[in-house]
T-cell receptor, first 111, second 114 residues
Framework: QKEVEQNSGPLSVPEGAIASLNCTYS??????FFWYRQYSGKSPELIMS????GDKEDGRFTAQLNKASQYVSLLIRDSQPSDSATYLC???????????FGKGTRLSVIA | GAVVSQHPSWVICKSGTSVKIECRSL??????MFWYRQFPKQSLMLMAT?????????EQGVEKDKFLINHASLTLSTLTVTSAHPEDSSFYIC??????????FGPGTRLTVT
């Protein structure tokens, strides 16, 4: 059974701080890793994808992948109240296979 | 990212009726689409993988005769909830894949069965 684990939160950070979201996965053969943001009542929105070990930066977002530890994280710098949402970690095996989602971490950025 | 549309965005129906939800890939041809369901305060649950020109692949526990999926063209997949009951009330979301890797979600359809 392929599993993706996330701390459900809520994670509360003050405005301007760094929010750190973590995710672990069970399938060592996983090849693709994604972070989605989901606002309440809306569908998930892809914000980051990462495929190789190390860091990938896109604006205020940095995804980090460590395949040896089966760990992927998302850092949000200069957190804004508009970043308040549930962040879903998703993992894919090889090819065109369905994503396996974590249950999500709820982030609350306090102004 | 890819653009996916869904119709309707919300629907209310009476118990025992059937509801069809459409999912369209607007900017590229998607041979594979996915259908998810999300109950309040829960994560996404994959229901089925929709393959263009062939039968859908359903996840364990999802009744294929109740949730009919048709993927007749490269840009359109439909999900029909047959004989809907209040427990089928949920947020139904489709997604398509770009280059076989990144999945992009439609805006979702909120179904309420009374």
């Amino acid at each position: 059974q392929k599993e993706v684990e996330q701390n459900s939160g809520p994670l509360s950070v003050p405005e301007g701080a760094i929010a750190s979201l973590n995710c672990t996965y069970s399938d060592r053969g996983s090849q693709s890793f994604f972070w989605y943001r989901q606002y309440s009542g809306k569908s998930p929105e892809l914000i980051m994808s990462i495929y190789s070990n190390g860091d990938k930066e896109d604006g205020r977002f940095t995804a980090q992948l460590n395949k040896a530890s089966q760990y992927v994280s998302l850092l949000i710098r200069d957190s804004q109240p508009s970043d308040s949402a549930t962040y879903l970690c998703a993992v894919m095996g090889s090819g065109n296979t369905p994503l396996v989602f974590g249950k999500g971490t709820r982030l609350s950025v306090i102004a | 990212g890819a653009v996916v549309s869904q119709h309707p965005s919300w629907v209310i129906c009476k118990s025992g009726t059937s509801v069809k939800i459409e999912c369209r890939s607007l900017d590229f041809q998607a041979t594979t689409m996915f259908w998810y369901r999300q109950f309040p305060k829960q994560s996404l649950m994959l229901m089925a993988t929709s393959n263009e020109g062939s039968k859908a692949t359903y996840e364990q526990g999802v009744e294929k005769d109740k949730f009919l999926i048709n993927h007749a063209s490269l840009t359109l997949s439909t999900l029909t909830v047959t004989s809907a009951h209040p427990e089928d009330s949920s947020f139904y979301i489709c997604s398509d894949t770009k280059q076989g890797w990144e999945q992009y979600f439609g805006p979702g359809t909120r179904l309420t069965v009374t």
